[in-house]
Every structure is written in C-alpha cells, then in structure tokens.
C-alpha cells in the first residue's frame, strides 16, 4: 500500500534551517506530483509547495517563497523540503501529500517543526 513517512522535524530557532525528508513507497513515485501541506496549531491546512513527477517544475506559496526548496530524487523515491530564514510563523505540522491527478490522494503523519527562541 502507499506510504509517505516525513522526518527531519524539530525545534529552530528564528533564522534557522531544516531540511524535510519524505521516504515514498507502494507506487510509482516518479509518475506523481507531491506536495507538502502544513497546518499551524490551530489554524486549518496550508499548501506549502509542489514538484512535478520529473522534478523541474516546482511552485510555492507567497508565504515561503525564496526560503523554501522542494526537490525529489526519483531514485531514491523521497522528497525533500529544504526551509531557510525560518520564521515563528512557520511552526506547523508539514505533511507530504501525492496527488493523484485529481485530489490530495495519500498523506503522510507529518513532521514536527517548530521555530522559537
């Protein structure tokens, strides 16, 4: 069956960077767009950023844009996240979520991240 495990979650400070990592299997994983989606305490799901299935296409929010990074390894069947100038607001949940062409179709558990002094 289709897995998605996040990890690279933990507690940065303001300015800091991590780098998310999510470990794909149970499908073709080079065929799929992936997304990462987060959701702050309290607040509802935020689209964070996309890659296309062959890595050359990638998009953002307005919120993330010029510090975050997606990129995949089709090879290794992972996605990463790399996140730069981390602000408090950025404390939520990531998830790593494949599109199936019609809807967010498999989410992962999620990774922690949490930005503060």
């Known amino acids: 069956q289709v897995q998605l495990v996040e990890s690279g979650g933990g507690l940065v400070q303001p300015g800091g960077s991590l780098r998310l990592s999510c470990a794909a299997s149970g499908f073709a994983f080079n065929w799929y767009w992936v997304h990462w989606v987060r959701q702050a305490p309290g607040k509802g799901l935020e689209w964070v950023s996309n890659i296309n299935p062959g890595g050359r296409t990638a998009y953002y929010a307005d919120s993330v844009k010029g510090r975050f990074t997606i990129s995949r390894d089709n090879a290794k069947n992972t996605l990463y996240l790399q996140m730069d100038s981390l602000k408090s607001e950025d404390t939520a949940v990531y998830y790593c979520?494949?599109?199936?062409?019609?809807?967010?179709?498999?989410w992962g558990q999620g990774t922690q991240v949490t930005v503060s002094l």
């Open positions: 979520v494949r599109e199936d062409g019609y809807s967010y179709a498999d």
